[in-house]
């Protein structure tokens, strides 16, 4: 896939998670632990604006200080925030690279996008456009072993939407298989329960991959893909 496409595919997910934050309001949940759609919205644009808060996303001494920008970021006019998001990092961050945005905010508005459906009561999957099922298969295809390097056992991802694709993201003496779309795939590599997928394996092994912790989100510090 040729870079313009994936920023293309960012660009879309980002308008219409902005979308999506408008109509809901600041109030509302998202799947983001603790997080409401403000909190959201203010970690986007922190994201994207602030590398000095960058440093304590993991925890540890500089925590406190990411804790404090979040906050302050929150505190703003929400209106001023989406409309922050909506019309993208600042000149000077490398999120506005071309290359940047379209390989890793596609993931990152993807799943956000997704973590404010999903925790609407009803909530649906989308039928994403190909290109999107495409680019986020790759990016499993390619990083898989990060996310998933919580898990005890190994684990095969198994594209049900192409017949016969399937990629082990992780070796190991339990195995589980995890079936869905790419998009669904996605949001259980970002650690989200809410998904359309099925989990295969022993007894054991499925329940050892429930508890399991996936992907510690580090993009804050260089985007991972």
Same mark, same amino acid.
């Given at each position: 896939?040729?870079?313009?496409?994936?920023?293309?595919?960012?660009?879309?997910?980002?308008?219409?998670?902005?979308?999506?934050?408008?109509?809901?309001?600041?109030?509302?949940?998202?799947?983001?632990?603790?997080?409401?759609?403000?909190?959201?919205?203010?970690?986007?644009?922190?994201?994207?604006?602030?590398?000095?808060?960058?440093? =304590? @996303?993991? &925890? *540890?001494?500089?925590?406190?200080? /990411? %804790?404090?920008?979040?906050?302050?970021?929150?505190?703003?006019?929400? $209106?001023?925030?989406?409309?922050?998001?909506?019309?993208?990092?600042?000149?000077?961050?490398?999120?506005?690279?071309?290359?940047?945005?379209?390989?890793?905010?596609?993931?990152?508005?993807?799943?956000?996008?997704?973590?404010?459906?999903?925790?609407?009561?009803?909530?649906?999957?989308?039928?994403?456009?190909?290109?999107?099922?495409?680019?986020?298969?790759?990016?499993?295809?390619?990083?898989?072993?990060?996310?998933?390097? =919580? @898990?005890? &056992? *190994?684990?095969?991802?198994?594209? /049900? %939407?192409?017949?016969?694709?399937?990629?082990?993201?992780?070796?190991? $003496?339990?195995?589980?298989?995890?079936?869905?779309?790419?998009?669904?795939?996605?949001?259980?590599?970002?650690?989200?329960?809410?998904?359309?997928?099925?989990?295969?394996?022993?007894?054991?092994?499925?329940?050892?991959?429930?508890?399991?912790?996936?992907?510690?989100?580090?993009?804050?510090?260089?985007?991972?893909?």
């Amino acid at each position: 896939m040729v870079a313009v496409a994936a920023i293309d595919l960012a660009r879309s997910e980002r308008a219409e998670l902005c979308d999506l934050l408008e109509q809901t309001g600041p109030d509302e949940a998202t799947l983001c632990a603790g997080w409401t759609t403000r909190d959201l919205a203010a970690h986007l644009v922190i994201r994207e604006g602030r590398p000095d808060a960058a440093l =304590g @996303v993991l &925890g *540890g001494p500089l925590a406190s200080w /990411t %804790d404090k920008v979040q906050n302050d970021a929150a505190s703003q006019d929400y $209106d001023k925030l989406v409309r922050l998001v909506r019309t993208g990092p600042p000149v000077w961050s490398y999120f506005r690279l071309p290359w940047v945005d379209g390989q890793f905010n596609t993931i990152e508005y993807y799943v956000h996008h997704e973590d404010v459906r999903r925790a609407q009561p009803q909530w649906s999957t989308r039928d994403l456009d190909p290109e999107l099922q495409d680019f986020l298969w790759d990016r499993l295809t390619f990083a898989g072993r990060g996310w998933f390097h =919580g @898990v005890a &056992g *190994g684990v095969t991802l198994v594209r /049900t %939407d192409r017949p016969d694709t399937s990629h082990k993201v992780k070796s190991g $003496d339990a195995m589980i298989t995890i079936s869905g779309t790419p998009g669904e795939l996605m949001m259980v590599a970002f650690g989200r329960r809410e998904a359309d997928v099925e989990i295969e394996g022993t007894e054991e092994a499925v329940a050892s991959f429930a508890q399991a912790t996936l992907h510690i989100d580090t993009d804050d510090l260089w985007p991972e893909a």
